[in-house]
């Protein structure tokens, strides 16, 4: 027995929905989920996955299955449709149904935001900054000087308010295993909050077209247990001199630094700005934005270095690209961080 074309048309619609539900639900989007938000934020992605596929998928079909069904045959070029006038019945349910689904969903989404952004007493604070081409973290420490490192460290289990600026355009501050991302945007400060729950390394990443760099903008995150973050801690914020991330015995840098204060402190600045993007193995950094200095430094004097950092374009290593290096450390570095940096790139390259 033949079926009406229109009992058709919602047979098709209805199978090729289930079947798009299914693949939804089936297909794993997500990475690991390492944070506290993470739960409500996948449960909420896959309740708009269950209603807005059948509806996306339904729509399409029924429009494919009406071109194909009621296409004009030969002979029908003359002919008119039947004379209908609108079915007033059919548009209150098409108004109605969407706005019924689209308010729930946005209820539903503002429950779970405000849930997820709940504030807590015992929250640390770290101040992210995006830069083309790299991220810093700045952790404020009560009475001293703060903290500043190119990877992020976090205790498991403690609320984290994350204060995000940026330096020079519009960055993205995402960490996909805590569901948790913001834009970072030039003269204000945003903020979002994850609590994370999973000890491990994750990626941090940059999801806003910055420029050339833009691909390369990543750091990680570090989730380690109490203790450890407290340990790091105290390793940071020891005196200048000692290895500031690189875990390598403090002898080797700081012992024999020809230039003495000035190359130790250059150390440390070159740690906290450059070392996410260029590997140097005496500061055990292992960017690869730009050139790898162990080798590129050989037989530079402290001219060309000092030229190298102020004006990056002026002379680019074979294989890399103007621009991608910032070209304002002459403003955001201060007069003795330079000569440091460049006392101490000078020792490194002898
Ligand atoms: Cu910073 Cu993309």
New binding site residues.
């Given amino acids: 027995m033949r079926r009406h074309p229109v009992a058709q048309m919602v047979i098709v619609g209805a199978i090729a929905s289930a079947i798009g539900i299914v693949l939804a639900l089936v297909i794993d989007w997500f990475p690991a989920d390492a944070a506290d938000q993470a739960g409500p934020i996948d449960t909420l992605y896959d309740v708009l996955m269950i209603v807005s596929v059948p509806v996306f998928v339904l729509v399409t079909t029924v429009v494919l299955f009406a071109v194909w069904r009621f296409r004009m045959r030969p002979g029908q070029e003359k002919q008119d449709g039947p004379p209908i006038h609108g079915n007033t019945r059919l548009e209150v349910i098409w108004t109605a149904v969407p706005a019924i689904l689209l308010v729930s969903l946005c209820s539903y989404a503002y429950a779970v935001l405000h849930d997820i952004e709940t504030k807590h007493d015992d929250q640390l604070v770290v101040h992210v900054t995006?830069q083309?081409?790299a991220w810093r973290f700045r952790y404020p420490q009560a009475g001293g000087r703060a903290i500043e490192t190119t990877a992020l460290v976090l205790p498991k289990d403690r609320p984290v308010l994350f204060k995000v600026h940026a330096e020079d355009v519009i960055?993205d501050f995402w960490v996909p295993a805590f569901r948790v991302k913001i834009d970072a945007v030039p003269g204000i400060t945003t903020e979002v909050r994850a609590t994370p729950t999973r000890l491990g390394r994750y990626p941090v990443v940059?999801a806003?077209?910055?420029g050339l760099g833009?691909a390369v903008?990543r750091s990680t995150v570090s989730v380690v247990s109490p203790a450890a973050y407290d340990r790091w801690l105290a390793r940071q914020s020891a005196p200048a001199g000692g290895a500031p991330t690189g875990g390598e015995d403090g002898e080797a840098g700081g012992g024999e630094a020809g230039g003495g204060d000035l190359a130790a402190a250059g150390r440390a600045t070159f740690t906290t700005n450059c070392g996410s993007c260029h590997t140097l193995a005496d500061a055990g950094t292992s960017g690869t934005v730009g050139p790898d200095l162990t080798t590129a430094l050989r037989g530079q004097d402290e001219a060309a270095i000092r030229e190298d950092i102020v004006d990056p374009d002026k002379r680019i290593a074979s294989g890399y690209q103007a621009g991608v290096m910032p070209g304002n450390f002459a403003e955001t570095l201060s007069a003795d961080e330079i000569d440091g940096l460049v006392a101490y790139l000078a020792s490194v390259s002898r």
């Fill in positions: 995006g083309q081409f960055h940059c806003e077209l910055c833009h903008m």
